[in-house]
């Protein structure tokens, strides 16, 4: 993934904290919209116990 689907921007990975949690991303430099990965999600589950 190398471009935003929303506004075509250039992406860039960050780590990001969400609830506490640093988990890594795709960030839009445009529109500052995120993308996260399978794996970061079930990382954020896991650390969350939601799975």
Request: aromatic residues 10%; charged residues 40%; positive net charge.
């Amino acid at each position: 993934m190398k471009t935003c689907y929303k506004c075509e921007g250039k992406l860039k990975e960050v780590k990001v904290t969400k609830e506490g949690i640093r988990v890594s991303c795709f960030k839009c430099t445009n529109c500052r919209k995120e993308y996260f990965t399978s794996r970061e999600l079930i990382k954020f589950d896991v650390l969350t116990e939601r799975r």
